[in-house]
């Protein structure tokens, strides 16, 4: 009989913590991520007690049954967006009653809407000699008109922090605060489905994560990203070491030196890791992309599609009139629905388009690069290769399937795409159908 002494049950138990980390990581390195099926009718929550009846598949079907009356949707934008884009962004939510705040650099009323200058509040010091507060001041002086309008971009870093303080201060009752850009999608259905799995008490941000190096990881922006009730009264509560933000909100920028930072997303990481808030990447769920340009394939086919990004007017109309006539509109939306909204497009081979290949590049006027039927081959030699594209003595292959755009001739270069249209079908064949909406865990 073998003796249980205290080192061997040590031994025994950082054995046993050892073999359930490796094996509760090992889907990072030998397989494909961790997910959970979402739910097409979350169960009542700690936040909703009792269950709204959510018509899904109908337009604004969480907002109009009440389901998400405790959500606010933050848009931040430049002046310069308001007159061209505005009408359009708030059309697009038709009837819904959404609880929505507006934010920009400069204040106005657009459509019985108003439009919150995020920087109104600012202390003198910090707009002091800083070249882009040139631009501002101007914005206001010539009511919007000046050609400093266009520049704008330039104060947008500057609006994340007041912005979050101001947001607070002006909502202290909702849960959960979703943070878009004009030109963001969002699958309201699939919010609703996500946002019932989480409680808004606890300290929560959401989004795609993007990893600088030796910074924070923080959720891009245009993606969108969201954060809880937890999160903001940590973010106020640290905001009162800088300023009395209880009266006089957006006055400051949390001790960061903004001026030197990149991008406002990256910022407002800094700040909630100071909070002791750190970002859980959903992603592909939250997405960068717009359908013409994701990446359909193993990491784009049964997860849900929770937002999309760099959407046109256009990209906006067409993708309501397809998701009013989907079958079965009431389940989650996943990105193998959303490739049959381009799959009309996705023919043997187009001139005049990028198809975006960009896994393998090949040059030179002697190989792949030498000719479309070059390229073509180098494509079929390759086994995981979904489609190319060719253009001067360059080809390039891809292992995922993604529709692009069209590519007027540079020069004496002309772009040439084309696509495996048998292997395409024969990776559908195998991983559809989904056997429900994919809910990835969070990476980090």
Known sequence: M?????????????????????????????????????????????????????????????????????????????????????????????????????????????GGWKVIDALANLKPEYRYNNPDFEVYDEIQRSNGTSEKVNEGWRLDRY????????????????NWF?????????????????????????????????????????????????????????????????????RFPGTHFFGKNVRNECCGDEVLAHVLKDCGVK??????MFNGEKPTTVKFGPEHWCEAVLTLHNMGDGDFDDLWRWETNRQQPSKPLTFEDLYTYVESAIVDEKDDWSNM??????????????????????????????????????????????????QAPEGNAKWTSGWMRGRIGEFRKANSPCSGAHFVHPNP
Not at 42 to 71: H, Q, T
Not at 159 to 174: D, I, N, S, V
Not at 197 to 213: A, D, I, L, M, R
Not at 361 to 378: E, N, R
Request: glycine share 8%; aromatic share 12%.
């Open 2 to 110: 073998v003796r249980l002494t205290p080192t061997r049950l040590l031994c025994a138990v950082v054995f046993l913590c050892t073999f359930i980390a490796f094996f509760s990581s090992s889907s990072l390195f030998f397989g494909r991520r961790g997910f959970d099926i979402m739910l097409e009718r979350p169960p009542p929550s700690r936040s909703r007690p009792s269950a709204p009846n959510v018509p899904f598949g109908d337009e604004c079907a969480p907002f109009l049954s009440g389901a998400m009356d405790d959500v606010t949707v933050v848009v931040k934008m430049t002046s310069s967006d308001v007159k061209p884009q505005l009408r359009s962004f708030l059309g697009r939510f038709g009837r819904c009653r959404v609880d929505i705040l507006l934010f920009s650099d400069r204040e106005q009323e657009f």
């Open 159 to 174: 609006k994340f922090l007041p912005m979050m303080e101001l947001t607070a201060h002006m909502r202290p009752e909702t």
């Open 178 to 246: 979703i943070f878009v850009e004009m030109n963001s999608y969002v699958n309201w259905d699939n919010m609703y489905r996500f946002l019932a799995k989480f409680n808004p008490e606890t300290p929560h941000y959401f989004g795609s994560p993007v990893w600088p190096k030796k910074r924070p990881t923080f959720a891009h922006g245009g993606s969108g990203f969201v954060v809880s009730r937890g999160t903001m009264n940590r973010v106020v509560a640290r905001g009162r070491m800088f300023a009395e933000n209880h």
């Open 279 to 284: 970002v859980r990447g959903y992603w592909p």
């Open 357 to 406: 290949s960009e896994d393998v590049i090949l040059k030179g006027s002697k190989g792949a690069g030498k000719s479309v039927d070059a390229c073509k081959a180098a494509c079929g030699k390759d086994k995981r290769c979904f489609q190319y594209e060719h253009f001067g003595d360059t080809c390039r292959l891809a292992h995922v399937i993604r529709l692009g755009h069209g």
